[in-house]
């Protein structure tokens, strides 16, 4: 089979608590609601991906408990081919506690299991090597090295995609050097990128820069309510935000990736991939959860951008 995207993260289980506020050291807060959903960053952009028509496949790995069950069963409801998921025997399937205020803003705590226990022989290399592209997300420890050793055996003709989140980008550049150089899409939020050039730059055009230099061909920098910014080094964006009432921003960068990664798929421009991963970036935060308000292919060919305000 071949793939339009096929993703490598960590799979888990989004469980996201409706807070009245987020506590801060000492401080006291109380729960008003829990959502209870599948996600991990890669797997939410597969999603959303899927949900607009392409062929999907994950890499990943989840244990043989109840949210293992779960995860799997949520990825084959929403047409991403699960053949790439390794099973472990023993373990805990990862999770993410996350509290969420009304204003949408968010805190999240990550456990995750078997995600960081991946071995390079695990990962079945041609389940990659039909793909269009290679979607990369972050781990909190050791699976970084089965990311860099399927990079070594990946075709030139297949894109990688890299969303490196908090995570990785906190480790700064050096740390993720081998990931770069084979990098052709970087989609990042403005923090991530001023961690990963390690805030030497003023601008975060000057910063985008600097990692074009590593040979990347196009940045994506989310800018959350400010929109987003594009560049190829030729060719350089700024798209404003839609305007929404924001319910939750748990997922938005995931499902922004979704949206551009779907526009390079479909060959099309570079600003216009940009104002599609805006547009699905604004679906998601209208509701609860990463992936409940991601658009289909029909909503996202009519993009009635009024229709989200």
């Excluded at 899927?50 to 994950?58: A, E, K, Y």
């Excluded at 090295?145 to 969303?163: E, G, I």
């Excluded at 526009?263 to 409940?292: F, H, I, P, Q, R």
Aim: hydrophobic residues 35%; charged residues 25%; proline residues 2%.
């Amino acid at each position: 089979m071949m793939f339009d995207v096929v993703g490598f993260g960590a799979l888990n289980v989004d469980k996201l608590y409706l807070v009245n506020k987020i506590a801060g050291e000492d401080e006291e807060a109380h729960i008003m609601s829990l959502n209870q959903s599948c996600g991990g960053s890669a797997a939410n952009t597969l999603i959303g991906l899927s949900r607009l028509g392409l062929d999907t496949g994950v890499i990943g790995k989840v244990s043989k408990d109840q949210e293992g069950r779960l995860l799997l069963e949520n990825l084959k409801k929403e047409g991403v081919n699960t053949h790439g998921v390794i099973l472990s025997e023993g373990g805990r399937s990862g999770t993410v506690m996350g509290f969420v205020d009304p204003e949408g803003q968010r805190a999240l705590y990550v456990d995750p299991g078997v995600n960081d226990l991946i071995k390079p022989d695990e990962i079945k290399p041609e389940y990659s090597l039909n793909s269009k592209i290679l979607h990369l997300s972050s781990f909190v420890k050791g699976s970084i090295k089965a990311q860099k050793v399927l990079l070594d055996k990946l075709p030139s003709d297949v894109k990688v995609s890299l969303d490196p989140g908090r995570i990785y980008a906190e480790r700064g550049l050096d740390y993720l050097k081998d990931i770069l150089k084979r990098t052709n899409i970087l989609l990042l939020n403005e923090g991530e990128l001023k961690l990963l050039t390690e805030k030497k730059y003023r601008t975060f055009q000057e910063e985008a820069k600097v990692l074009l230099d590593y040979g990347i061909d196009i940045i994506a920098v989310k800018r959350g309510d400010e929109g987003s910014y594009v560049t190829d080094g030729e060719e350089s964006y700024f798209i404003e935000a839609l305007k929404t009432r924001c319910k939750d921003t748990t997922g938005a960068g995931d499902a922004f990736n979704a949206g551009f990664l779907y526009g390079m798929v479909k060959g099309e421009k570079l600003y216009d991939c940009s104002l599609m991963g805006n547009y699905v970036a604004a679906c998601c935060v209208k509701e609860m959860g990463a992936t409940g308000n991601l658009p289909n292919a029909s909503q996202l060919r009519k993009m009635d951008l009024n229709s989200l305000s």
